[in-house]
């Protein structure tokens, strides 16, 4: 799934955290945020997870936004894991994975491959 920003902008209080970024990821590729404690790396992550919603731009996949591309295409394109976040049960590492296989199986299968 390719993903991009365009023009997208972030603001959180009323301070701009993000502004006017331009950003394209293929497929397949590997992509790494690097930037000291504030710079907006999780900000932009949670947009591009849509997790949140931008001041100004838009993200796109494949070239639809969220809305068209529509959920179930979504989650298997994207996962999104927090570094930090309340863990409601005990949960291995497996178990953990699987959970991001969900959106690949079918109405009544099993876990399949990647």
Do not use: C
């Amino acid at each position: 799934m390719r993903i991009e920003t365009h023009a997208l902008s972030a603001t959180a209080g009323g301070r701009a955290i993000l502004a006017g970024v331009n950003l394209t990821i293929e497929p397949g590729s590997f992509t790494g945020l690097i930037g000291p404690n504030g710079a907006g790396k999780t900000t932009l992550l949670r947009l591009l997870a849509g997790l949140a919603e931008p001041a100004a731009g838009r993200v796109t996949f494949d070239g639809q936004t969220a809305a068209k591309a529509g959920r179930r295409a979504l989650a298997r394109g994207i996962a999104y894991l927090p570094q930090s976040g309340p863990v409601h049960w005990p949960l291995r590492a497996e178990a953990l994975v699987l959970l991001g296989r969900l959106p690949h199986r079918g109405a009544l299968g099993g876990i399949t491959a990647a």
